[in-house]
């Protein structure tokens, strides 16, 4: 089994920076794809960004493009999330997510799942 161990939520505010890391642990071979996620109170479950290690592609949500960057190392089997010029709307729950194939942005393709990191941002 992989385990996923999320750390660096917060309090922050508006305009404010965070970084959100993400280690897996446990039977880590073969994971290809990690990624963020995250939910609002009240609100869907909702793609924020990804990191494919086999060709080291990314993808953002369009609200996050620009302010937020993926990173990671694939040999430390962890996955970084630097937030930059957070906004009130980026406060959620955020979550790290695991995935042996190569899709993305669906969620349904996440094989395991941290048990997420709180954020929040003040106006």
């Known amino acids: 089994q992989v385990q996923l161990v999320e750390s660096g939520g917060g309090l922050v505010q508006t305009g404010g920076s965070l970084r959100l890391s993400c280690k897996a642990s446990?039977?880590?071979?073969?994971?290809?794809?990690m990624g963020w996620f995250r939910q609002a109170p009240g609100k869907e479950r909702e793609f924020v960004a990804a990191?494919?290690?086999?060709?080291?592609?990314?993808r953002y949500a369009d609200s996050v493009k620009g302010r937020f960057t993926i990173s990671g190392d694939n040999s430390k089997n962890t996955v970084y999330l630097q937030m930059n010029s957070l906004k009130p709307e980026d406060t959620a729950v955020y979550y790290c997510?695991?995935?042996?194939?190569?899709?993305?942005?669906?969620?349904?393709?996440?094989?395991?799942w941290g048990q997420g990191t709180q954020v929040t941002v003040s106006s």
């Open positions: 997510a695991a995935n042996f194939g190569a899709s993305m942005r669906t969620m349904s393709a996440y094989d395991v």
């Open positions: 446990g039977r880590t071979f073969g994971i290809n794809v």
């Open positions: 990191i494919r290690w086999s060709d080291d592609q990314t």
